[in-house]
């Protein structure tokens, strides 16, 4: 399916609208022109960046081909703000993607990170903060009794992916269309997140072997799960998706969906896998989990666990992950796996997530930033639907309800594009992508969340 923007839509969405007035019986108000926002300076790199790095960028999204227009070349990041090359001020509702929940250079975390420093950045060893982190996240993730630290979420994903058909002597596994889990050869069949945001169809160089053994079936709907458990009885390793998905923009599960999954996976000798990348220790102390009350087999982790650092990690009980080396054969190794940097920085951000306070304070900026600005959007005329959990929101640009990806592709991403582009201008930096969810932090405030608002109104008056 095709998603990606073309040349003239993405120039259409930047036409700056005429100011209009009364016409008829139809009074048309004015409109001021947006502020001027310089970027020769982040032109300039994103040029060279071109003819050095495969579309200029190490990750595709960040290109903005969705969105139009040249990305924003970051220079430094604190708290809730980031600041470009061009020493334009953002506030910036990515986090990086999710893992700057404390806000972007935390200081307590900075003061850990630097102290380890001293210590070592590596040492390709056994160290005790591996058991400190550990211990942390088994105290707090329902399905978790054993757990193992890699370097990312991808490598978090394919290595549970490995042990799924390794613990059942299955070999094909259940995902959903638009959800995304890392860029493992199985996951790129009908994957979200920047797949979707560049319009790529299933994505050259996955073998049709491993395709065909990738099976997938509609998010909330438990009749679309069934019948490819009926028409693949016994073969099914095991079930992996999103308890709430982030990479087809943010869309909620019911918890009957969920429920069902765990069911389904029990009768049919299943795994059920939740991928708590982006949801873990975001939208809840025990991650998605413990805040539908369903407890999976196994869980994959990233983002937040690291504070900042590469790291992901996967888990569950202790009689599936003592399947992988060296308790069990499936074999699984990294260079940088539990490196006492990204253990240091994890074990900061889950202390202070842990304060009396923390979820509090993200569910309330949050709900007031995703209410606030689809107030304004209605306001001016605009189709919007979203929500947010905790720290953890997005909107489309359609009537709604959007409960799945095939729900999702109804939004206007045209809209998006415009209105994403006011909203630089404004000074707010948003996810450059329809089909990506957008993130708090506790460095956000609410005078942060009104001035988000405000740039809202000015900017769905102007498109």
């Known amino acids: 399916m095709q998603m990606q923007l073309n040349a003239k839509t993405v120039q259409g969405a930047f036409k700056a609208q005429r100011p209009r007035s009364v016409r008829g019986n139809v009074a048309v108000r004015a409109v001021a022109a947006p502020p001027k926002l310089v970027t020769k300076r982040s032109e300039e790199i994103f040029k060279e960046a071109q003819e050095l790095l495969p579309g200029g960028v190490n990750s595709p999204v960040r290109a903005f081909r969705s969105v139009g227009g040249g990305p924003i070349v970051f220079d430094r990041v ?36 630097k102290a380890q420093i001293d210590k070592g950045t590596s040492f390709g060893a056994p160290c005790e903060l591996e058991n400190v982190l550990a211990k942390m996240v088994i105290d707090r993730v329902p399905s978790v009794e054993m757990v193992r630290f890699v370097s990312s979420g991808t490598e978090a994903c394919l290595s549970v992916l490995r042990l799924m058909r390794a613990y059942t002597g299955r070999e094909k596994v259940l995902k959903f269309t638009g959800c995304y889990h890392g860029h493992a050869d199985s996951f790129l069949v009908k994957a979200g997140s920047g797949v979707i945001t560049l319009g790529l ?85 025990g991650c998605a989990q413990e805040y539908f009350g369903i407890t999976p087999d196994v869980t994959t982790m990233g983002k937040v666990i690291g504070g900042g650092m590469p790291v992901g990690a996967y888990g569950g009980k ?10 069990g054969p499936m074999y699984q190794a990294g260079t940088l796996s539990g490196n006492p940097m990204a253990m240091t920085a994890g074990i900061k951000t889950l202390e202070i997530l842990g304060r009396p306070g923390a979820y509090e304070h993200l569910e309330k900026v949050t709900k007031r930033l995703i209410d606030g600005i689809m107030a304004a959007a209605k306001e001016h005329g605009h189709e919007i639907t979203g929500g947010n959990i905790s720290g953890m929101f997005g909107f489309f640009f359609c009537k709604g309800p959007v409960t799945c990806f ?41 005078a942060d969340v009104d001035a988000t608002i405000a740039a809202a109104r000015r900017v769905f008056a102007r498109i």
């Open 406 to 446: 095939e729900d999702a592709l109804a939004a206007d991403t045209a809209k998006f594009a415009r209105f994403h582009r006011g909203m630089l201008e404004e000074g707010v930096y948003l996810a450059p992508s329809q089909f990506e969810a957008g993130f708090t932090s506790l460095a956000h405030t609410e």
């Open 201 to 285: 169809p299933d994505s050259p160089g996955v073998p049709k072997s491993t395709a065909a053994a990738t099976l997938t079936a509609t998010y909330n709907n438990l009749d679309s799960v069934r019948e490819l458990f009926a028409a693949n009885k016994g073969e099914i390793a095991g079930v992996i998706l999103e308890p709430v998905v982030g990479n087809s923009g943010f869309i909620v599960p019911t918890k009957e969906f969920l429920q069902g999954l765990r069911d389904i996976c029990t009768a049919e000798g299943a795994v059920l896998c939740f991928d708590e990348v982006m949801t873990g220790f975001r939208i809840a102390k």
């Open 78 to 113: 604190k708290g809730a703000y980031c600041w470009d090359v061009d020493n334009n001020k953002y506030i910036d509702y990515v986090g990086s993607w999710g893992p700057a929940i404390c806000g972007h250079g935390n200081d307590e975390v900075n003061d850990a990170l």
């Open 318 to 327: 202790k009689e599936i992950m003592k399947m992988v080396a060296p308790s």
